[in-house]
């Protein structure tokens, strides 16, 4: 069975550009969830979405959005890219919505370089 | 809000040795889920272990057990018997059980140790 998978792997974007990151879940998941790494601050919740409705949200400025298509795969938008957005973004995706504490698996993360 | 402390940026430990990390959290919340993931260079993170916070018996999975001492809000974690596979950024993370509040779908991670294992 395929795990979570995110693409691409790598994205070099220059500073005030827009970034797209995809995330498709496991077959039968229907949450998925957002984090993001940045180097030395940990992981960071951004946006989980289930049934493909945005269900909670970090604290980060309205530039990051995404949605959840009818398949439950997941887009990650980053409008006005900024230096600091540089990062790990890591996508995790559950059976049950919310339920991420025994059901959750994460992708192998995009990285995401703002020059 | 609630906050996840790993006070050890790195640690190091023979193959075959014991060792144990700390993670310290806090939260106004009585019942709740700890968790540690190992993320392996591959970037990939892993759910080591899971502890629910209303269960008093520590979880444990095989080489790898938890201390869990809710009044005191640790969480460490042990590893047995290390291997060179075991190295890893090691993230205890906080989850919260209240279907309804504002936090919930949502982990709360600690800024993470580098394990290093030495033949």
């Known amino acids: 069975e395929a795990g979570v998978t995110q693409s691409p792997t790598h994205l070099i974007k220059t500073r005030g550009q827009q970034a797209t990151l995809r995330c498709s879940p496991i077959?039968?998941?229907?949450?998925v969830y957002w984090y993001q790494q940045a180097l030395g601050l940990g992981l960071q919740f951004l946006l989980w979405?289930?049934?493909?409705?945005?269900?909670n949200r970090g604290n980060f400025p309205p530039r990051f959005s995404g949605r959840q298509f009818p398949n439950y795969s997941s887009e990650l938008n980053v409008n006005a890219l900024e230096l600091e957005d540089s990062a790990l973004y890591l996508c995790?995706?559950?059976?049950?919505?919310?339920?991420?504490?025994?059901?959750?698996?994460f992708g192998q993360g995009t990285r995401l370089t703002v020059v | 809000a609630q906050t996840v402390t790993q006070s050890q940026p790195e640690m190091s430990v023979q193959e075959a040795e014991t060792v144990t990390l700390s993670c310290t959290y806090d939260?106004?919340?009585?019942?709740?889920?700890l968790f540690w993931y190992k993320q392996p260079p591959s970037r990939q993170m892993i759910l080591v272990i899971r502890?629910?916070?209303?269960?008093?018996q520590n979880a444990t999975e095989n080489r790898f057990s938890v201390n869990f001492q809710k009044a005191a809000k640790s969480f460490s974690l042990k590893i047995s018997d290390s291997q060179l596979g075991d190295a890893a950024m090691y993230f205890c993370?906080?989850?919260?059980?209240?279907?309804?509040?504002?936090?919930?779908?949502?982990?709360?991670f600690g800024q993470g140790t580098i394990l290093t294992v030495h033949p």
């Open positions: 993370a906080y989850g919260p059980s209240n279907a309804g509040g504002t936090s919930y779908g949502k982990l709360t």
């Open positions: 995790a995706s559950s059976l049950v919505g919310g339920r991420f504490y025994t059901e959750a698996f």
């Open positions: 979405y289930d049934e493909g409705e945005e269900r």
């Open positions: 939260t106004s919340e009585s019942d709740y889920y």
């Open positions: 502890q629910e916070a209303y269960k008093q």
């Open positions: 077959s039968g998941h229907t949450s």
